[in-house]
């Protein structure tokens, strides 16, 4: 899709990738791997999304893309959706600002490519992004991506430009 959309439309600047994860041991499912194939993306910028909770898993990730010739990696912590965040991933490291801090602490000195992260405004509330946000800004990130709802909300609801205003203002 990215492909067709690129050649008949063309002036996107870059494209994430749908996020990939460790399927247990340290494995990656073909389908993900094959979706982020410098070959299967010729021609568009291509910044793959990564889904994990932990340094370890986000170093082998980012090591994996790394060897494929990425230089800038996503770190998705907006996805909502309940199969994600019962197992500790995406928006549901919001609720535990600390240990996204602690794995950039440890992933950063150790990756070689630039980092953006994907989040939202908080995982039950809206305030839970802005004591995040001011401890980010003391990282190299290349972008913040902030959806502006929380993830309770999911995809529904209005979003809250309010609260989105503050976190710009961080």
Request: proline share 5%.
């Amino acid at each position: 899709f990215r492909n067709a959309f690129q050649k008949c439309f063309g002036s996107i600047d870059r494209y994430y990738s749908p996020w990939i994860k460790l399927d247990g041991q340290q494995t990656i499912r073909n389908a993900q791997i094959r979706d982020v194939k410098p070959e299967n993306n010729a021609g568009i910028n291509l910044i793959p999304q990564i889904m994990c909770k932990n340094s370890a898993d986000f170093i082998f990730l980012a090591n994996y893309l790394g060897d494929l010739g990425y230089d800038e990696i996503n770190w998705n912590l907006g996805c909502p959706y309940p199969m994600v965040t019962k197992r500790g991933m995406g928006s549901a490291l919001l609720r535990e600002p600390d240990k996204i801090i602690s794995v950039l602490d440890e992933v950063l000195p150790k990756i070689h490519q630039k980092l953006s992260l994907k989040m939202r405004l908080g995982f039950e509330n809206e305030h839970e992004s802005l004591h995040l946000l001011s401890k980010l800004n003391d990282y190299p990130l290349t972008e913040i991506i902030l959806h502006a709802r929380t993830a309770k909300q999911m995809y529904k609801g209005n979003v809250n430009l309010d609260a989105f205003e503050a976190c710009l203002s961080q």
